[in-house]
């Protein structure tokens, strides 16, 4: 991973097509059943390679919608399968085995905390 997208989620629409990865789904596909966008953290790549930060996160208007998460890789895959996701829910992956590239200045804490990606 990953960023996540919370429950301020307004289902406006502006982030899905400004994933280069295409790992942004809408309400009606959220496989977790919430009504809100979903950002699947085993597609994710933080945009790496794509931009200078997340373009998601740059093109939502609701402030503090779109915030880091865990990156997807190895070591946090506990953190994904454990109900961390919004209502306690788990997150659903379509690859649970993926390594995801994530931007490794961003602090772990940051990550923990789920901060503001864009201030
Ligand atoms: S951070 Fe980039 S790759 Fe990840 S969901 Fe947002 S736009 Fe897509
Ligand atoms: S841009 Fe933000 S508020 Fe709009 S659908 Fe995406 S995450 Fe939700």
């Known amino acids: ?3 996540i997208i919370n429950d301020t989620c307004i289902n406006c629409g502006a982030c899905i097509d400004e994933c280069p990865v295409e790992a942004i789904v809408d309400e009606d596909d959220n496989p977790t059943g919430e009504e809100l ?3 699947y953290p085993d597609k994710c790549v933080e945009c790496v390679g794509h931009h200078d930060e997340p373009a998601c996160a740059t093109a939502c208007p609701t402030e503090g919608c779109i915030t ?6 190895s070591a946090h895959k506990d953190f994904f399968s454990a109900g961390n996701y919004v209502d306690g829910k ?4 379509e690859d ?3 390594e995801m590239p994530f931007r490794e200045d961003v602090s772990a804490d940051a990550r923990k905390n789920r901060e503001n990606i864009v201030d």
């Open 37 to 39: 966008y979903y950002v």
């Open 1 to 3: 991973m990953a960023v």
């Open 68 to 73: 880091w998460d865990m990156p997807f890789d």
């Open 96 to 98: 649970a085995d993926a």
């Open 90 to 93: 788990n997150y659903v992956m």
